[in-house]
């Protein structure tokens, strides 16, 4: 391709001559230095060789830096080349995504999967936002596929930007950057709670706003770390405040409360959610996701399975 040819003229086109050229004499300054004691005795006392060469290096060192720099940075840009297009060539099924280059927020998937899971057990979905502002909350049972979700656009979003294949049938999108708040956790290093690592990166999410043109946003449970009352008066001021500056993105939650912000904001908040059916005590999972609210949730028959609940 026209960028590996570009990449490959950077390490040939040097003042200093070629990479390879500019190594081999290094090895020849090197050679020198190492030189039997019989022939390196009576040169270091009459032509002081080993100080002579000791200048030599430090001379090509200067003289070569900045172009190995440069050439460590090929050779980075090529490794990455080769994993991207390695994709292409272990998963042949993967498609290409288009990169829509407009001033509106895109971003299209059709049987869109997470590319970890194995494709005989990986269940696909469809997701749209077309030129429109959206801020979408999925709610949902325990284990029902509501991070797995986030993690699939986030993860799909990304390849598709770096110029990879994505684990979809077709996808389109524009290039924004992605922001994840997701497995927030405490740091006894830093002296950190779980609340207050959660703040800490929600007050990242509202600054990169502040700086940055396109943020595309997936919040997994926001903040978990509290009491649920403050946790929604929390989660709904954060929506709202995400709200007024025209943020897009995707909330996963369980609290039920935060999808009513659809009423409120029927232009811009979307409901999606992840269903489970119950069939005597077994509860069967779909992964597919759907418009609207959740009504189904499992915590109470997870903990009666466990014995915890006996009534």
Not at 140 to 165: C, E, Y
């Amino acid at each position: 391709s026209d960028l590996c040819i570009q990449l490959s003229d950077n390490l040939k086109d040097n003042q200093h001559g070629k990479i390879s050229q500019q190594l081999k004499r290094l090895s020849v300054l090197i050679n020198n230095l190492g030189l039997p004691a019989m022939i390196s005795l009576p040169l270091n006392i009459f032509m002081v060789w080993d100080i002579r060469y000791f200048f030599l290096i430090e001379d090509w060192r200067q003289e070569s830096k900045a172009s190995l720099e440069e050439a460590f940075d090929v050779i980075m840009s090529f490794e990455a080349l080769i994993s991207i297009s390695s994709l292409s060539s272990n998963y042949p099924d993967w498609c290409f995504p288009e990169i829509v280059d407009n001033d509106h927020y895109t971003l299209n998937a059709t049987n869109i999967g997470h590319p970890l899971i194995p494709a005989n057990l990986r269940v696909s979905n469809s997701f749209s936002l077309n030129n429109e502002l959206k801020i979408d909350i999925i709610t949902g049972s325990n284990m029902a596929g509501k991070s797995t979700f986030l993690r699939t656009l986030g993860i799909n979003t990304v390849l598709a930007l770096a110029g990879a294949p994505v684990c979809a049938k077709e996808m389109s999108v524009t290039p924004m950057l992605v922001f994840s708040y997701m497995r927030i956790n405490d740091s006894l290093n830093e002296s950190t709670s779980t609340f207050k690592a959660e703040l800490d990166r929600l007050k990242s999410l509202l600054e990169i706003l502040n700086k940055e043109e396109k943020v595309y946003f997936l919040i997994d449970e926001m903040l978990r770390g509290t009491n649920s009352v403050d946790k929604y008066l929390g989660s709904k001021a954060v929506i709202e405040r995400l709200i007024a500056q025209k943020a897009i993105g995707i909330v996963a939650t369980h609290d039920l409360q935060i999808a009513k912000l659809e009423e409120k904001y029927p232009d811009y908040v979307r409901n999606f959610y992840f269903d489970i059916r119950i069939e005597g005590n077994e509860m069967m999972f779909d992964y597919k996701l759907k418009a609207g609210e959740c009504k189904t949730f499992n915590a109470s028959i997870l903990l009666r399975q466990l014995g915890i609940i006996t009534e």
